[in-house]
């Protein structure tokens, strides 16, 4: 992004652009940083957790990271919130990939049809998991993707709905590894603070 990024300024702040980048990783090592990014690997947990119960609300998010409250219109919950698109789509994947190991129809779609006005649209478009080798990997498709603030978090929590997937699918007696996740950004920026 920084040497081949170009210049944006979305809503007057100044970014660094690729569009419709992708980024591969291996899922069974779902922490991605380096040292002078300093994760909170609270946040990282409370959040995927957060997402696992379906929650919508700001109370059980904002006590890992205060900044969070600025997404929500109301100080309650969160418009975009993928918790519960993702509880209410999860059985439709699991019971996708048990019927048909080898389905291209294990998708969910986060994104939200006519959002109105709100601080809260999804980055994250849609998933998809598919089983191949043995393993369950994840394609999931944002328009939106702040490669210091969100890769790193969004990484874990992509990987901890895998994870719940896997959970899923072994209590129906079929066993697959953690395979490999691909995140497709329509932008995927690097704001200039974080230069």
Request: glycine letters at 6%; one cysteine or more; a neutral charge.
């Amino acid at each position: 992004l920084l040497t081949h990024g170009k210049a944006v300024e979305p809503r007057g702040q100044y970014t660094r652009e690729i569009n419709n980048k992708q980024l591969t990783f291996d899922m069974r090592y779902p922490v991605l940083g380096f040292e002078d990014r300093h994760l909170s690997y609270k946040y990282c947990a409370a959040e995927a957790y957060w997402i696992l119960t379906g929650d919508n609300r700001t109370e059980t998010l904002v006590p890992y990271n205060k900044n969070m409250i600025n997404y929500s219109d109301d100080g309650i919950t969160y418009f975009g919130a993928y918790g519960p698109k993702v509880m209410a789509q999860i059985d439709y994947v699991v019971t996708a990939l048990a019927k048909d190991q080898l389905t291209r129809q294990a998708g969910l779609t986060i994104w939200r049809e006519n959002p109105p006005y709100t601080k809260d649209v999804p980055c994250t478009v849609g998933m998809f998991f598919y089983i191949r080798e043995n393993k369950l990997n994840l394609s999931v498709f944002m328009r939106s993707s702040d490669a210091w603030l969100g890769v790193p978090y969004d990484a874990f929590t992509f990987t901890m709905i895998a994870c719940y997937v896997i959970a899923k699918l072994k209590e129906r007696k079929i066993y697959v590894e953690l395979g490999s996740m691909t995140i497709t950004a329509v932008s995927a920026h690097l704001y200039l603070e974080h230069f």
